[in-house]
Nanobody, 126 residues
């Protein structure tokens, strides 16, 4: 059973950094492609970043490339999104997502993922 629990987020000034993390109730994430999406009211949930189940490949949306980094810890029990040089337009609820998968692929569509966390708010003030 997959139960994704997010932590982190909060309020930061533009140019600052935040980190959000996602764990599967203490169980391994080694057989899951993991991703972060974000959503603001009135808009579709959009892809932010993904990491393959092997941890060897990552994929980023254009607006965050070079500023955000997705990673799995060595025990493969947690996935982290490190967000640097934050902008007000990064303000959103950030959701962790998981897809059962073996291999090197990453997935960028919301419908590719079957498991979701509850979301955590990230607010960037100008």
């Amino acid at each position: 059973q997959v139960q994704l629990v997010e932590s982190g987020g909060g309020l930061v000034q533009a140019g600052g950094s935040l980190r959000v993390s996602c764990a599967n109730s203490g169980r391994t994430l080694s057989t899951y492609c993991m991703a972060w999406f974000r959503q603001v009211p009135g808009k579709e949930r959009e892809f932010v970043a993904a990491i393959s189940s092997t941890g060897s490949r990552t994929n980023y949306a254009a607006p965050v490339k070079g500023r955000f980094t997705i990673s799995k810890d060595s025990a493969e029990s947690q996935v982290t999104l490190q967000m640097n040089s934050l902008k007000p337009e990064d303000t959103a609820v950030y959701y962790c997502a998981a897809r059962f998968d073996f291999g090197y692929m990453t997935f960028t569509k919301r419908e590719d993922y079957g498991y979701w966390g509850q979301g955590t708010q990230v607010t960037v003030s100008s």
